[in-house]
């Protein structure tokens, strides 16, 4: 939903840390915004062993909650699954499955109504599909690519899990809830209505205990109590008309970054204090955000403008922008097992982007369906998934 880039801010009150705002048409590049970010050094990483949230596996790094998605390293249940990219094709009604080695689409498979995401579940052994307007999710089996029979959910958006593995999470955008169901049985366990619009993307706090939500339709960003299963709080974005998207934890557990493709770029968020956030742009439709396999940098789509922009974590700024050659609109996605490719979907031009990670340089573009959208590279590597197009500890 693309839109032109309105360039006027909200005052966000005394408690916000002001830095210097930069609109698209100011002329100043990401040069100039990452010196103001960097004004502002990232908090030291947490060293002592982390008292997590009952029932979830041990952090395996306090100072890195990706140590677990190095390059290949693959847990023993996905270990022997194919590699495929499956690719969601929202006005197609269908998951066009890709052979990353050949790049070529190797079978189409029909899903429910409006496929937006296929998440990995919390035990790595499922895909779900989420068919939103068909309220159901279709189950594909990663180690034959074969659909299953379909499970009645009332409009999946989008869909996590919570760190222990017992609960799923539907994010219910158009019912306005966030709805816990068991993982395995997808059975309502408790509905939680929230007052904000459109919620969607979602990320966990270190500890597992709490997580951030997006709702891109009222430009707001909610914090919800994991064991409660409770917004515990909830603050409007200080920019006219925000639209947050993706969700983010940093590699030390502090720091929460959330995509806004209205604002052009990322909130940049402690997710413990909750405060108002700061904010850093990086190009028109800022919209998905993946980490690389080494948990230096995170890659921002930046689907208005066809872009790349790269975030070095520990520089607290962005050092890159790739574009794609003829333009695209690259939107959700994941990284190869090996780190090599980033692939993201081109959600209006009915295509698959691959791109190498280490120039920038794409390596193919794939027809699919129309409007692709959640794409799942897997597998990947990782002991758990916390769902969405593949969020790995």
């Given amino acids: 939903m693309p839109a032109t880039r309105t360039a006027r801010f909200l005052a966000a009150g005394a408690a916000l840390t002001v830095l210097t705002l930069l609109s698209a048409c100011s002329g100043q590049g990401p040069h100039h915004?990452?010196?103001?970010?960097?004004?502002?050094?990232?908090?030291?990483?947490?060293?002592?062993?982390?008292?997590?949230?009952?029932?979830?596996?041990?952090?395996?790094?306090?100072?890195?909650?990706?140590?677990?998605?190095?390059?290949?390293q693959l847990s023993p249940v996905v270990r022997d699954f194919p590699s495929r990219v499956y690719v969601p094709n929202t006005n197609s009604d269908t998951v066009s499955v890709i052979d990353p080695k050949t790049y070529r689409v190797i079978e189409t498979i029909p899903v429910g109504r409006q496929p937006q995401h296929v998440v990995p579940s919390w035990d790595l052994k499922t895909l779900w599909v989420n068919n939103d307007l068909g309220n159901s999710l279709t189950p594909i089996d990663p180690s034959t690519g074969r659909a299953g029979k379909r499970v009645a959910v009332h409009d999946p958006y989008n869909l996590y899990f919570t760190p222990d593995g017992k609960y799923a999470i539907v994010m219910a955008s158009k019912d306005r809830q966030l709805v816990f169901r068991d993982a395995h049985t997808m059975k309502t366990v408790k509905a939680v209505p929230v007052s904000c619009a459109g919620v969607n993307h979602a990320d966990f706090s270190?500890?597992?205990?709490?997580?951030?939500?997006?709702?891109?339709?009222?430009?707001?960003?909610?914090?919800?109590?994991?064991?409660?299963?409770?917004?515990?709080?909830?603050q409007k974005l200080p920019f006219h008309g925000a639209m947050p998207q993706d969700v983010k934890v940093a590699p030390d557990g502090k720091l929460f970054y959330i995509a806004d493709m209205m604002a052009d770029g990322l909130w940049i968020l402690d997710g413990d204090t909750f405060d108002p956030p700061r904010f850093l742009h990086t190009g028109k439709g800022a919209h998905g955000l993946?980490?690389?396999?080494?948990?230096?940098?995170?890659?921002?789509?930046?689907?208005?403008?066809?872009?790349?922009?790269?975030?070095?974590?520990?520089q607290h700024r962005l050092t890159a922008k790739w574009h794609l050659p003829g333009g695209g609109s690259p939107d959700m996605g994941g990284v190869s097992a090996d780190g090599k490719v980033l692939w993201l979907s081109g959600r209006y031009n009915s295509e698959v982007y691959a791109i190498d990670t280490r120039t920038g340089t794409e390596l193919a573009r794939i027809h699919v369906g129309s409007g692709p959208h959640g794409l799942a590279v897997y597998p990947q590597p990782g002991r758990y998934s916390l769902g969405h197009t593949g969020i790995f500890r």
Avoid: H
Avoid at 48 to 66: F, H, K, S
Avoid at 212 to 234: A, N, P
Avoid at 292 to 313: H, K, P, Q, T
């Fill in 33 to 72: 915004e990452n010196e103001a970010l960097g004004s502002k050094a990232p908090a030291q990483p947490r060293r002592q062993a982390v008292d997590v949230l009952p029932g979830m596996p041990p952090v395996q790094d306090p100072t890195d909650v990706y140590a677990a998605d190095r390059p290949n």
């Fill in 290 to 314: 993946y980490v690389s396999r080494d948990s230096r940098v995170m890659y921002i789509s930046n689907r208005g403008e066809g872009s790349v922009s790269l975030f070095d974590f520990k």
């Fill in 206 to 234: 270190v500890d597992g205990r709490y997580f951030i939500v997006s709702c891109e339709f009222s430009g707001e960003l909610l914090k919800v109590d994991t064991e409660r299963m409770e917004v515990i709080g909830q």
